[in-house]
């Protein structure tokens, strides 16, 4: 599945393991394909609700979901979430170091956290043993909203040159001062100029260390996903960016949909099958919208990859769609189906995204 661009940066990352190798863990770095990630937005300490949105973010393809545990009072729910969940799942602790240190012994996959809110390096120091005993790896995430503030006063660097130098020291002293390797790294921002250029400094100066890539608070559906459609695609076609999460203030679900999108987009992996469509104009003499709705939401749950067209005329029909597995180009009132480039029925508009689907079937 690696494509142009895809080689240059991410094959040089070290691999870590989320969960266990070979029972649900997931591998990100050193060439494993890029893992998508979400976030739970359940209350930390409603189990079934937790888990509930689990099944439905594994169900959509999500490959690693984190739990944020805002207290003490939620390391029980923590720890049940992780026992009856089907995805590893990453613990995301703030303030509190040993918050973070009983949420590795119980059951986090891996932790997150930002050693400058975290209380420190000696903090920090409590948070790497506890990882090294539980044998899991820790995430080194740095957002612009949470900069030490040493590093944030200074006026002789641009944000994306304090972020990467926050992130590097954090990496030099894990590694050099602790001699712990696990680690993966993120550091956010919400402009997505910032969030590019911070990352390919990352990718120079840490060029082993395997980078979560994403957009912070994005925005709403709409927003979030074009604005991190625009970042996080740049940086993926140059090979940076080892796994991902697509923010959203929406349904984590649709996180996980325009992860994939994204990657399919990319042509790195797919999972889901592609709609190809035309934006209609004067020459489409059928309702072309909701027949393409109707037929996006009947191929989403085929849950397999492959194309499906559904053209307005005969302009854009089976010549531009060849590639298609399956299409539709629409006449007056009517559509001709075909596959890999040849009409095999008619149907009346009425009957078009049935005929379409019964060929669907086929494959």
């Known amino acids: 599945m690696k494509q142009t661009g895809d080689k240059a940066a991410r094959m040089l990352t070290h691999q870590v393991m989320v969960g266990r190798r070979g029972h649900g863990g997931v591998a990100i770095g050193g060439g494993a394909p890029v893992a ?22 594994a169900e959509a393809g999500c490959e690693i ?25 990453v613990a995301d602790v703030h303030f509190d170091a040993s918050i973070a240190v009983r949420a590795a012994w119980s059951g986090a996959a891996k932790l997150r956290i930002n050693p400058g809110n975290i209380g420190g390096l000696p903090k920090t120091d409590l948070v790497i043993d506890a990882a090294r005993g539980a044998g899991i790896p820790i995430r080194i995430g740095v957002n612009a909203g949470s900069l030490d503030a040493q590093l944030a006063a200074r006026t ?19 590694e050099e001062e602790r001699g712990f390797r696990d680690i993966v790294v993120s550091a956010k ?25 994403g957009i912070t608070e994005a925005g709403t559906a709409f927003q979030g996903a074009i604005k991190s459609a625009a970042g996080l695609g740049v940086l993926l076609e140059q090979g940076i960016g080892d796994t991902l999460r697509i923010s959203l203030t929406d349904d984590p679900v649709l996180e996980v949909r325009a992860a994939w999108q994204l990657l399919a987009a990319l042509d790195m992996r797919r999972r889901d099958p ?19 709705r109707q037929v996006e939401e009947a191929v989403g749950k085929l849950g397999r990859p492959l194309k499906v067209a ?18 539709v180009a629409c ?28 060929e669907v079937e086929k494959l």
């Open 310 to 327: 559904v053209m307005g005329c005969v302009v854009n029909g089976p010549g531009e769609a060849a590639d298609a597995d399956v299409g």
């Open 156 to 174: 002789d660097l641009t944000l994306p040159e304090k972020l990467a130098a926050s992130a590097e020291g954090y990496v030099r002293y894990f």
């Open 189 to 213: 921002a919400h402009d997505v100029m910032a969030t590019i250029r911070t990352y390919r400094l990352l990718s120079e100066r840490i060029p082993h260390i395997p980078l979560h890539i």
């Open 331 to 358: 006449g007056e009132g009517q559509g001709a189906i075909f596959r890999h480039g040849r009409i095999v029925r008619k149907a009346d508009e009425a009957h078009i995204v049935d005929a379409l689907m019964e």
């Open 274 to 292: 592609e709609l190809i469509s035309c934006p209609t104009c004067g020459r489409c003499k059928v309702d072309l919208i909701p027949i393409a």
């Open 65 to 89: 979901v984190r739990m944020a545990i805002p207290d003490q009072t939620a390391l029980d729910a923590f720890r049940r979430v992780c026992e009856g969940s089907p995805l590893p799942v």
């Open 36 to 57: 998508v990630q979400s976030m739970l937005s359940c209350p930390a300490t409603d189990v079934a609700a937790n888990l509930e949105q689990i099944e439905r973010l």
